[in-house]
């Protein structure tokens, strides 16, 4: 499994932990994410989530080295995803390929971002409600690089974040965004020190939990 929940009270921290890639995405891990927000969404006790990846990066993305095995003539047939159960959150549609995208969850997901968060990691760290950010953590459009697009609505979410100017220029430039500047611009909500963010997001999890 690359993907765990780890529970204290009614905050629950959805890990990705799949370091020998900087957890990008592969099949396994976005069907097993958005299992996971589906359970947390479903669960009455469960009241505020926290979205980390685990050893030193959010996510690097999709994983190249798996999308290097698709069909040349039919890239993006892996994009074929049988729905998941339905609940009038998303789950009646097929999940992003990067997982849990396309969900809209009754309750509030902190993302806790070290590390990079590019390309379709940058697209999951703006599906979350805001994001705590590492010092050195960084966002990026890095698939522009490649000519690849952003699939899973960062050209939805980025602009309404920071305003359609800056982020045509970071999605068509496709820079890197270093943690100081994501706040400066609206991106993220709070910077911590290298190696603090899943503590900080946890404990505004707990305090935004301790409301009705």
Known sequence: MTVRI??????????HDRPEAR???DPESAD???AAF???DADKDAAVAVFYGAGGAFCAGWDLKYVSTLDADYPLGELDIPPAKSRGNGGDIPRGPLGPSRLELDKPVIAAIEGPAVAGGMELGLWCDFRVMAKDSYFGVYCRRWGVPLIDGGTVRLPRIVGQ???????????????????AIGLCEYLTPKGGARAKAEELAQEIARFP
């Open 6 to 15: 780890e529970k204290k009270a009614s905050v629950w921290t959805v890990i």
């Open 32 to 34: 097993q994410l958005t």
């Open 23 to 25: 957890n990008a995405m």
């Open 165 to 183: 100017g800056r982020a045509l220029e970071i999605i068509l430039t496709g820079r890197k965004v270093p943690a100081e500047e994501c706040l």
């Open 38 to 40: 589906l359970e947390f």
